[in-house]
């Protein structure tokens, strides 16, 4: 190998190296931001939300698919734990046909609390807001529309609802 050609790979991989660490720094800064303009119809009472506009709510999104067990799980528990969600905007939503995400809830008896809204993100630009979640994925944003935190699938539901102002 020559000369030239090492300091060329070398300036190739220094090069991937640099371009790697801004997605990275581009993608941090993309998941703490506010909560995007984006508005949807909620899919079983057709009330149209704009995500941003929280009245001064904490607002919970949690990203789910109908097939994903770990997803009908944290649902389950959020279910189960309505009271805590009392004073929290809490959005589910799925990139899944409409009627999947309807029979999956109706089909496990997930109760809905009142303050749950259901989307179906067919046209894939919430799902692209945040850079294709994971599911499940759950961020809580504050009464500001500022990021508090994102969960991973592995939160326990604890975590989460010590963090909900009730």
Known sequence: MTLKL?????????LIFFA??????????KEQKELPE????????????ILNDNNNQQT??????????LCKD????FSENCEYLKKTRFFMISS????????????????ICEN???????????????????????YLYNKKGKLI???????KINEIIDLLEN
């Open 6 to 14: 090492a300091a060329k790979i070398g300036i190739i991989i220094i």
């Open 149 to 155: 935190r994102k969960f991973s699938y592995l939160t």
């Open 20 to 29: 790697l660490s801004i997605i990275m720094i581009t993608r941090k800064n």
């Open 38 to 49: 984006i508005v949807f119809t909620d899919i079983f009472y057709a009330n149209e939300h």
């Open 60 to 69: 919970l999104i949690f990203f789910f698919d109908p097939g994903c067990d």
């Open 116 to 138: 749950i809204y259901i989307y179906a993100a067919l046209d894939n630009i919430i799902i692209n807001e945040f850079e294709n979640p994971i599911n499940p994925s759950i």
């Open 96 to 111: 899944a046909p409409e009627k999947s995400i309807k029979d999956f809830i109706m089909n496990n008896k997930i109760s």
């Open 74 to 77: 944290k649902i389950l528990l």
